[in-house]
């Protein structure tokens, strides 16, 4: 069974060749309307559950158009709306949900959620977040970084305050793809040090650097995230807030990193919290590129999962 779960789990040639093939199949449509089949249409009679036990725009809406554009069809369900979110055990959802679809993406809360859903489920897993890491997204933020630059292998990536999430399959990433990474926020929102090993074993040079300016010298990737995500506390926001104010990505902090270097915000964003409007929109930014990157590369992940 070939689930997705995290980008240390799966294979680099694996993952190289669904980045490949995540640019063919854009290339191949670019033009049409988004609601236009792919010629191939891989996903001709299967059904895919999309489970969201925390909100979503880009995830929810970039996997239902892109199995729609394969020629599947989707189910969105809500955590709260299913016997799953009353007492029924995710063993006992997993077999059930096997019995009707051929795909499961879900968003949650634990990893464990994700992790028993793939022992239990006969069909593949896709991880579209948990509390500890997000996939996905950086699938689609490689796709958009060799859009732009070319190999990314070599290059330095700095993430810029809350080590979450996020910021752990961008670890994962640098282990898989060869690229090295400086964090650069607070020490009590470091990443986890099991991400920070795992990248380091691999061959990449992972640093902490408390100085934001002297983090981003030579960058040639500038990373932020939300100060507080789906899993934090509201009550953490203002402490947080307090403790990353320093790590704002600006046009200042940008101008000691390479003059070409791009930035990349995984969205949804509090803008001049963690970023500058001046940033987000200016020359440098991609993010839109990797909201869009998003449909292009979750279509590969599901037909690797698939094997189609
Ligand atoms: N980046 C991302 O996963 O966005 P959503 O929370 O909108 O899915
Ligand atoms: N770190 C954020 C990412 C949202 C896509 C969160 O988990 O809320």
Redesign the pocket.
């Given at each position: 069974m070939k689930h997705f779960l995290d980008i240390h789990k799966t294979d680099p040639d694996d993952l190289r060749r669904m980045i490949d093939d995540a640019g063919r199949m854009k290339q191949a449509r670019l033009g049409r309307p988004r609601g236009a089949p792919d010629d191939d249409l891989p996903l001709a009679d299967r059904v895919v559950a999309l489970i969201f036990e925390?909100?979503?725009?880009?995830?929810?809406v970039s996997f239902d158009v892109g199995v729609r554009q394969m020629g599947g069809q989707t189910m969105a369900l809500s955590g709260s709306d299913m016997q799953l979110g009353h007492g029924e055990t995710i063993a006992d959802t997993a077999r059930v949900l096997s019995r009707y679809v051929d795909l499961i993406m879900i968003?949650t809360f634990d990893e464990t959620v994700l992790t028993e859903m793939a022992d239990y489920a006969d069909v593949p897993v896709i991880n579209?977040?948990t509390d500890r890491t997000?996939p996905?997204?950086i699938m689609a933020d490689i796709m958009t970084y060799e859009e732009h630059r070319g190999p990314i292998a070599g290059k330095k990536v700095v993430w810029t305050g809350d080590g979450n999430n996020v910021c752990a399959s961008f670890l994962h990433a640098a282990g898989q793809f060869g690229f090295d990474m400086t964090f650069t926020g607070p020490a009590q929102l470091d990443p986890e040090r099991e991400f920070i090993e795992l990248a380091r074993s691999k061959g990449s040079r992972i640093e902490i650097e408390r100085n934001a300016e002297k983090a981003v010298q030579g960058a040639d990737l500038v990373v932020a995230d939300t100060w507080v995500s789906?899993h934090d506390g509201q009550s953490s926001r203002e402490r947080r807030h307090n403790m990353l104010r320093p790590y704002q990505v600006n046009a200042h902090l940008m101008s000691h990193a390479k003059p070409d270097a791009l930035f990349m915000h995984?969205?949804?964003a509090h803008r001049e919290e963690e970023a500058t409007s001046e940033i987000m929109d200016g020359p440098n930014s991609v993010i839109f590129d990797e909201?869009e990157n998003?449909l292009h590369a979750q279509k590969a992940i599901m037909r690797w999962c698939l094997g189609l």
């Open positions: 925390k909100p979503s725009t880009r995830t929810r968003r579209g977040l997000h996905c997204q789906m995984c969205l949804p909201a998003r």
